[in-house]
């Protein structure tokens, strides 16, 4: 079965850390540009981070330049978001996505979410 799977989600208190995991079966995640989304309630999707096939590229919002940090296993077939000095406005619902590359907008392959709630 193809899917993506998001995990690594929970209940963190402001200034505290996470690592999102996006694991992959049924293909390679190695030949696709691997994108973080969030959506939180009432807001539209942003675009969190990015990273290219080859890890030669990534690209992070404005938002989340220098907290959050995005890397591959490829050995695990995993692509993790490692989320530092997390605030309450991080609070969202994680998605990962697969796409040819960074800048597609049409992608591959979604996994269904992890929640990530920021609060004291």
């Known amino acids: 079965q193809v899917q993506l799977v998001e995990s690594g989600g929970g209940l963190v208190q402001p200034g505290g850390s996470l690592r999102l995991s996006c694991a992959a079966s049924?293909?390679?995640?190695?030949?696709?540009?691997i994108n973080w989304f969030r959506q939180a309630p009432g807001k539209e999707r942003e675009g969190v981070s990015c990273i290219s096939d080859g890890d030669t590229y990534t690209y992070y919002a404005d938002s989340v330049k220098g907290r959050f940090t995005i890397s591959r296993d490829n050995a695990k077939n995993t692509v993790y978001l490692q989320m530092t000095s997390l605030k309450p406005e991080d609070t969202a619902v994680y998605y990962c996505?697969?796409?040819?590359?960074?800048?597609?907008?049409?992608?591959?392959?979604w996994g269904q979410g992890t929640q990530v709630t920021v609060s004291s």
């Open positions: 049924g293909f390679t995640l190695d030949h696709y540009a």
């Open positions: 996505a697969a796409a040819p590359v960074c800048s597609d907008r049409e992608y591959d392959y």
